[in-house]
């Protein structure tokens, strides 16, 4: 009696033994992992998009604005200023977004022009901008978008005038054109994500 339960007692250490064994077994394979890295990226270094326009200067001997250089060398500047306007007269002014880099997403661009002439200046905007309605500047002027989506690096200048120039108009006098001034504002926006220019501008520097 005492040698059977002897046995009963091993065989229960060998299955016991047995069951823990097992889990050494099992066969088994991994993948290499698949990693997924998010960053939001830009459109554009900042100082790569520029709004600007070339030098001019008044020559007293013809009475007329000249521009400064430009057909040796971008002279470029931020202001100009027109101090001796005559009724009539047609005065160089090409104001253009300029891009020194790729533009590395599908983008909106705009311009804001603020105009406290009162009507004493004459201007267009050149053909590819088109007049976004109920949308107001940042800096409550009238917004245009440009027509084609940009993107990449084959990009040239955009002017925004048509003709380059602004007439002034006959009625203009040294009162009502008194510290008038005509500013233009740049804007540029993803173009993914928004149905259209309208809903990007409002959306990227709407008030």
Not at 24 to 30: G, H, I, P, S
Not at 82 to 92: E, F, G, T
Not at 142 to 150: D, E, L, R
Request: hydrophobic content about 40%; glycine content about 6%.
């Amino acid at each position: 009696m005492k040698k059977k339960t002897l046995t009963i007692a091993i065989a229960l250490v060998l299955v016991v033994a047995l069951a823990v064994g097992a889990t050494w077994a099992y066969l088994t394979a991994t993948t290499e992992a698949v990693t997924n890295t998010f960053t939001v990226g830009k459109l554009i270094d900042q100082n790569k998009f520029v709004l600007t326009e070339h030098k001019v200067e008044y020559d007293q001997a013809s009475g007329n604005y000249t521009y400064v250089m430009k057909d040796e060398a971008k002279v470029e500047t931020g202001t100009n200023t027109y101090s001796q306007l005559a009724p009539k007269m047609v005065v160089p002014k090409d104001p253009f977004i300029s891009f020194r880099d790729e533009v590395k997403n599908p983008a909106y661009v705009f311009v804001e022009i603020c105009d406290t002439t009162a009507g004493q200046i004459d201007y267009t905007v050149a053909n590819g901008w088109t007049k976004l309605d109920n949308v107001t500047g940042k800096n409550h002027g009238v917004v245009y978008a440009y027509n084609t989506k940009v993107v990449g690096n084959q990009i040239e200048d955009l002017p925004i005038l048509n003709g380059n120039t602004v007439t002034v108009k006959e009625t203009a006098t040294a009162t009502n054109l008194s510290g008038a001034t005509l500013t233009f504002y740049g804007y540029l926006c993803q173009a993914t994500g928004f149905e259209t220019a309208a809903a990007a501008f409002d959306a990227c520097f709407g008030k």
